[in-house]
């Protein structure tokens, strides 16, 4: 019988609905199993910007830093995206949060359900049976980097920097991923042209002879954007530096049928984080479209890191029982019109 | 009657085969329609470096500056490659020549072939009709960047910079290409992170209003690797920096269902170069199995920057020819196996 304290930040948009959804979820699994979960709600993103100011204000952070795990919904609103002037944005909140709990490694597996090979723009016979793990480095890269203007504003810039030590801790957990898989990494990079990423070949290709039963390989950013499309049962692990795994975990996103699908966990060396992949869709607020599922699947995540893995196997069962039920919101099945609200529920209860 | 002269630029792998065939088309346009073109070979690329030490000796880097147009096959060696520590690189030479030639705008078109839809990874009716424009940023960003190691080698950084300027002269062609088409711009940008994606924003908002027919939108690169898969059709001319050009444009090569098929432009004030998207696939090499479509229609886009619109709109329907006539190289049809040159001679009878 465990007793965790969780931190919920729900955020913005559609946020809020699916966070609601999971913690509902997680305290199902608590009933059923015995367990106590403590849930703390706190304010990030551009709802906290409205209240305080701040995208992370300083409660926030103090909280994430005595919880057992985080659970994230979504942060990000249009009024900041449009307005590339304004000094304070929902983002930075994120990424501060990233920083200071030091989540530095983020986990997004991604699998083509079978019950959904239809919802999938690439053919059932390409995407049948792709399980790929992505491990994208979170607290480095470009979006870290310093950042600024010059020449008056008529000129920006933002630098990319990457330590040995960075990569190392991240790459070891891929390697150690891999073993429990299939046994194949696969470093994406632009070694031929950035010398970051001849930083991440050098350092990678250096600690595989530890894990001598994981085959490493190597695939420039464009052309893995491309193999994850054409052929992406040919991946196990994928391991990648911050800005290539935002840009190819979402592509990748395709392979499920829907970004609605997908979880994310952001670990570092103590605290935990678990997010779905998807944003805070604003269009869609407050109707009841919203997926929980990428979140429901997050907490999960969230109980695979407490060590909870039979109750983490409950969740994911009843969430295969919902797309097999066809309990699914509207992007899924247009026809059977399940909300936000019925789809939690029915997975909460199949707990 | 036009007396043009084209520097031929092979390169590595695939490349000598698959200009080989471009200039034999380019040859019999010149005698169908009486012109003259004279074709002056030269190196670059791991083949320059074997034979002179540098990837860009300085005679090829004169030729180009001196000829009508350059027709360039791939560079690239896995030699290279798999070296992070290589002090010199084929790559080397590709940048530095768009750099000295100014080449600032890489226009990418990808269609989907009637003809090919069932080699795309894509459904078909997520595909049909789909024609896309990509301007690549070519000269600036992270790839043109300052770089290096510092702290023993132990740490590494990549710059990007933009400047108003380098954004302005593609914007302007990117608005004006819509204006011929679709008439839909859509800026792919990173603006909720890095600074140099809001300078993109805020320039290319500023110029909107010169192109009142134009809707212009904004897609964040994560969301538009996504959303190229998921509803290719929703795109008309898109616009991006340099590296978020080289992933999205390879991405949707699969569109097209090869990305043997995808000629592309690089053009700037006065100097201009054509090339197929791919690279030099050493594996291929000699064998016969390239597909030199991609490099003919490169040849195509060189007719239209000659003016010959005629004489590209030949190019282009012996192509349709072929594929229609499934007079195609191995990755489209195994069970014809023609080989390039056929392919090319092919093509070339039918301009
Ligand atoms: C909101 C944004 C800063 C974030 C990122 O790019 O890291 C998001 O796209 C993600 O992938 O988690
Ligand atoms: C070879 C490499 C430097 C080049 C690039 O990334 O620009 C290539 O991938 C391309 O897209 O033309």
């Not at 952001?266 to 607020?285: C, M, N, R």
């Amino acid at each position: 019988i465990l007793n965790k304290r969780i931190v919920v930040l729900p955020g913005d948009g559609i946020g809020p609905e699916v966070c609601g959804e999971a913690v509902r979820v997680l305290r199902a699994v608590a009933d059923r199993f015995g367990h106590e979960f403590q849930f703390d709600y706190h304010l990030m993103g551009a709802c906290a910007i409205e209240a305080t100011g701040s995208p992370l204000p300083v409660l926030t952070l103090d909280a994430c830093h005595q919880a057992d795990a985080v659970l994230l919904g979504a942060i990000g609103d249009p009024k900041y995206d449009n307005d590339p002037t304004a000094p304070v944005r929902p983002e930075q909140g994120l990424l501060r949060l990233r920083k200071e709990l030091g989540l530095y490694a983020n986990i997004r597996p991604i699998t083509a359900y079978d019950q959904l090979l239809e919802h999938s723009p690439l053919k059932a016979e390409r995407i049948q049976g792709a399980d790929i793990l992505i491990f994208r480095e979170l607290t480095g890269g470009v979006y870290f980097g310093e950042k600024g203007r010059f020449n008056d504003g008529n000129s920006a810039y933002d630098n990319c920097t990457y330590s040995r030590e960075e990569i190392l801790r991240i790459a070891h957990r891929a390697f150690q991923a891999a073993e429990t898989r299939r046994h194949k990494l696969t470093l994406v990079d632009k070694a031929n042209v950035l010398e970051t990423s001849r930083l991440w070949r050098e350092t990678v290709q250096s600690i595989a002879p530890e894990y001598p039963s994981v085959a490493l390989d190597f695939l420039f950013v464009d052309n893995a954007a491309m193999q994850i499309i054409l052929n992406p049962k040919q991946f196990d692990v994928i391991l990648t530096e911050n800005m290539f795994g935002d840009i190819i975990s979402d592509e990748a996103s395709v392979i499920a049928g829907s970004l609605g699908l997908l979880p994310s966990a952001s670990v570092g060396d103590t605290a935990a984080l678990f997010e779905p992949i998807h944003g805070s869709y604003p269009q869609a607020k407050g109707k009841g479209i919203a997926n929980p599922i990428a979140t429901i699947l997050s907490a999960a995540m969230l109980l695979d890191h407490f060590g909870l893995t039979e109750e983490a196997g409950t969740v994911r069962d009843a969430v295969e029982h919902a797309l097999d039920q066809q309990v699914v919101t509207p992007e899924l099945n247009p026809a059977t019109r399940y909300t936000t609200e019925q789809v939690g529920s029915f997975i909460a209860y199949a707990v």
